[in-house]
């Protein structure tokens, strides 16, 4: 059961039973340390402070503790070896500093034992090392000392996750690590390490994780044949190798096609290897990511790269690699970033670019590339960042630049461009940056710059540009960096907007110009302003007049003829229509109060979110860290998704901001927050009717994504925090991160990205299959979850009961015993059989939507009609059953 910190407060001197599951809300009760019988103790997620009590160790029937994500500081207390039951043991993520206390040595129940993220410093105890049952370890993130004692294997026999990154450690990993047997993790990144990695590392024939990043790890070299790669050949279940930043020295042997088939992350950047690319790097077909970059590697790309059709991110800049792109790049079909700067590539990039549809980075500068840019690379309308800079390419800026809508970095500085720069320039709306210094390009500046309404960044200097600088140019209010040097324009300086902040560098070798002192330029004279003004009138001025008081006679004619078919045209009744510019970065961070605390609404696995004010109401800014991986995809697909469907049940996109840094999309304001806040917090509460009626609203939503758009669409991650709530309680879905959009002839599609755990469809979890029935799947655990308040994660279910499981067993008779508890307590005696009428009809719809077998699922429509059905029968109901 859950307990409320006011019951706590006043009653958990006498909470005695032994099965109580106990999660509070608020401070933390002082009389919490007399519960001896307590076998279960959760606080974790909450905005808890002060520090853990020292009479924490009275709880000595405790076997669960999780204590993570608050604000808990202080020490942890010695008493804590007193809890000799305890098993499981999270105070990750709070502000707790000081040693480890040796009495922690005691717990000799413990499996699992997590204090990352803290301040913790010191030694680390090696009595943490003797606590056999010990299966998961996980130290990251502190500042902690010492070493990994040579007889690990013996202390912890059963291991099998250990994390001590980001940490101070020192030493050598002792050989008798390779004898943890069961270890499957091991992450010692971050730290001092040093010395040979041990070839013994091969022995580990459960690793699927191996993270040594940025220590000083080197290679044994003694014997000839040896090298850091082939040991770990017999490793058959790695999916993660990095070596990143360790002065490994060595060459890629031939044998790194004889590692795991399913590795999928390889990462060796910084680390001196040197010698060539071997062909059989083509063999390792599940790479998802390829890091080799700032090493010391020579020859060229081997052609067998075209084989890893799964890569997304290759890395190998600053190396010594030459020769010209294979044709056969052109395969990765699912690259996402490209990085192939700092070396001595030649000759001209491949016609077929433009294969790599999924391209969102490309990074080319600083090599030998020439001649023309093929004409496929402007078709990349989703592209996010080109920089070709430093290279020699040649030949004319085309029109198809304006193909790149999505662009918010582009450099093609440093090169032998010629022409003028299209006018087409002005289609890059979402452009940030914009790097054009160092070519021949002449003529004029394009006075459509100034659409260029995001535009920080712009450098067009050493070139031959003319003319004046467009005044206009003064309405972008971004601009931060503005530079013109080295050119032949003339005419006056604008003086207004951003360029008030600007200085003499930014216009320096312009002869023609004249402006304010501050530019370092002449004055102008007045003659030549009254003549300049003139010539704007007759130039700028008298045309526009005449052709809008033409275009204004035209309008009155067709507006005459229009109004009489007015009222057959569709209204808008949307409060918050999409606005059709991209917001500024520094637009949301005036809306957020520069994304302030005090704003944060809540954080997921790739970002946060916080509200905000602008002029026409309130929003809700979902912040990108694009520190994650996946990150930036999400925010394309939300942004690819989002765009092109509109439903009352759904949670609209308002607009976005998109910089090369910064990602974050603006929505629709929910007051009333997520339907997971009003499940599971004390203050709020759903009556059964309020819980049918969203569950409604959640099955109109997916029905339309599946049936009402051109192509069926899969949310993919449908749960209580996705399901936000407007002012009238009505169900928006949001959070389309993950989500899949099918092609018309499409039934079913594979991912590798998944959803939440507890609430994907089994084919979903273990083989990445998507396809309607998913959703269907997550919307029966959604129903199960609303009625019962019980989280298919919740720690209950183990083994195999599962909330399903669960549910299923509680049929015919044992109903009422799952329900939630507060549906029972708000009107028990009116809580009658009708309405358990009703529950057993949503639960057994719940059960047909959860079949293992995808094909026996119901589809959303028929589960949206029975739905429908039920709340029609309460509503009629509804006079003689005041709890509705």
Known sequence: MKYRASFLKIYAANLQSSNAWVYIYGEIPSGLTR??????????????????????????????????????????????????????????????????????????????????????????????????????????????????????????????????????????????????????????????????????????????????????????????????????????YLTYILFSVNPITGLLPKSIDNLSTSLENFRSF??????????????????????????????????????????????????????????????????????????????????????????????????????????????????????????????????????????????????QFSGEIPIAVGQLQSINALVLSNNKLHGRIPESFDNLKSLQYLDLSHNNLSGEIPKSLEKLSDLVYFNVSFNELRGEIPDGGSFRNFTGDFFRSNNGLCGASRFNVEVCKMNNRKSSSKSRLLRYILPPVAAIAFAATISIMYLRYCSRKSSLLPKSNS?????????????????????????????GSIGSVYKGILDNGMIVVKVFNLDMQGALKSFDTECQILSSIRHRNLVKVITSCANLDFKALVLEYMPNGNLDKWLYSPDNFLNFTQRLRIMIDVAFAIEYLHEGYSSPIIHCDLKPSNILLDEDMVAHVGDFGISKLLTQDQRIAQTKTLGT?????????????????????????????????????????????????????????????????????????????????????????????????????LNIKDALLRLKKINNELEEMKPKNNLL
Not at 85 to 98: K, V, Y
Not at 587 to 601: D, G, S
Request: with cysteine.
């Open 35 to 236: 519960c001896r019988m307590l076998q279960n103790l959760s606080l974790s997620f909450n905005q808890l402070t002060g520090n853990i009590p020292s009479e924490i160790g009275n709880l000595s029937s405790l076997q669960y503790a999780a204590f993570s994500r608050n604000h808990f500081s202080g020490t942890i207390p010695s008493s804590i070896g007193n809890m000799s039951s305890l098993t499981i043991l999270d105070l990750s993520d709070n502000n707790l500093r000081g040693e480890i206390p040796t009495e922690m040595g005691l717990l000799s129940n413990l499996t699992y034992l997590n204090l990352e993220m803290n301040e913790l410093n010191g030694e680390m105890s090696q009595s943490i090392f003797n606590l056999s049952r010990l299966r998961v370890l996980s130290l990251v993130g502190n500042e902690l000392s010492g070493t990994i004692p040579f007889s690990v294997n013996r202390g912890l026999p059963n291991l099998e996750r250990l994390f001590l990154g980001i940490n101070r450690f020192t030493g050598r990993i002792p050989n008798s690590i390779s004898n943890l047997t069961n270890l499957k993790i091991l992450d010692l990144a971050n730290n001092s390490f040093s010395g040979h990695i041990p070839i013994t590392l091969g022995n580990l024939h459960n690793i699927e994780s191996l993270n040594l990043q940025a220590n000083q790890f080197t290679n044994d070299l003694s014997t000839p044949e040896q090298d850091f790669i082939t040991p770990l050949t017999r490793c058959r």
């Open 575 to 603: 409060h918050f229509d999409i606005i059709r510019h991209r917001m500024s970065y520094y637009e949301l961070l005036r809306a957020t109060n520069n994304l302030a605390e005090a704003n944060l609404v809540g954080r």
């Open 757 to 857: 755990i507890g609430y994907m469809a089994p084919e979903y979890g273990s083989a990445g299959l998507v396809s309607t029935s998913v959703d269907v799947y997550s919307y029966g655990i959604l129903l199960m979850e609303t009625f019962t308040r019980h989280k298919p994660t919740n720690e209950m279910f183990l083994g195999e009961l599962t909330l399903r499981s669960w549910v299923f067993e509680s049929l015919p008779n044992g109903l009422m015993e799952i329900v939630d508890v507060d549906l029972l307590n708000e009107d028990e005696e009116n809580f009658g059989a009708k309405n358990e009428m009703f529950l057993k009809s949503i639960i057994e719809l719940a059960l047909e939507c959860t079949n293992d077998s995808p094909e026996e699922r």
């Open 270 to 415: 910084s680390c001196k290897i040197s010698g060539i690319i071997p062909d059989e790097i083509g063999n390792m077909s599940s790479l998802i990511s390829l890091a080799l970059a700032k090493n010391e590697l020579m020859g060229m790309i081997p052609p067998t790269i075209g084989q890893l059709r799964n890569l997304q991110r290759f890395g190998i800049e600053d190396n010594k690699l030459w020769g010209s792109i294979p044709y056969s790049f052109c395969n990765l079909e699912n690259l996402y970033y490209a990085s192939l700067e700092g070396n001595a590539f030649s000759g001209q990039l491949p016609r077929c670019m433009g294969n790599l549809v999924s391209l969102r980075e490309l990074y080319m500068a600083k090599n030998a590339f020439s001649f023309n840019i093929p004409s496929t690379l402007w078709s990349f309308e989703r592209i996010l960042a080109i920089n070709l800079s430093h290279n020699f390419f040649d030949g004319s800026i085309p029109l198809d630049i304006g193909n790149l809508e999505s662009v918010v970095v582009l450099d093609l500085s440093g090169n």
